[in-house]
């Protein structure tokens, strides 16, 4: 006989909580939140550079990088314009909820009108993950096969 234990709980719950808690900052202090995720290389720093010089003419604009090592995408973001936090994820492939939380503690929220988050470089992780931003953008690089959407639907 084959007992099963039911789960009452998603594995994600306390991840997902954390996210509605993200939300529920960024709602109050009247800020609009991006999630940009792409495989490395597919071009989201680049059109964070290409977009500050636009958006910044009439929004206030704060960047969220995650890379697994250095500060490179976070500088170039600060280099364009936007105020820029970096967290490093020590070899995680994919930003969740917690770490958003601790890097929006270094932003006072109430000071932009954008939140840019530029997750880790991948595209199976990121998308499982909630942040409890309002959308979340995929970038997809034609060089790297114009199939990406269908080969990963979670993004």
């Given at each position: 006989m084959t007992k099963r234990i039911p789960v009452v709980e998603k594995i994600m719950s306390a991840n997902d909580q954390i996210a509605l808690e993200n939300r529920s900052r960024i709602d109050n202090d009247g800020v609009?939140?991006?999630?940009?995720?792409?495989s490395p290389g597919a071009g989201k720093t680049s059109l964070i550079?290409?977009?500050?010089?636009?958006?910044?003419?009439?929004?206030?604009?704060?960047?969220?990088?995650?890379?697994?090592?250095?500060?490179?995408?976070?500088?170039?973001?600060?280099?364009?314009?936007?105020?820029a936090v970096q967290i490093n994820t020590g070899g995680t492939c994919h930003l969740d909820a917690v770490m958003l939380r601790g890097a929006l503690d270094e932003l006072d929220l109430a000071q932009f009108d954008l939140l840019i988050v530029e997750n880790v470089g991948n595209l199976i992780c990121p998308a499982s993950?909630?942040?409890?931003?309002?959308?979340s953008i995929l970038i997809a690089s034609v060089?790297?096969?114009?199939d990406k959407p269908y080969k990963y639907p979670g993004m």
């Open positions: 609009f939140s991006i999630n940009l995720m792409a550079e290409r977009m500050m010089p636009v958006l910044a003419k009439s929004m206030r604009i704060a960047v969220i990088d995650g890379d697994v090592a250095s500060s490179i995408d976070a500088d170039r973001a600060a280099a364009a314009g936007a105020t993950f909630k942040l409890g931003v309002h959308k060089p790297e096969g114009d």
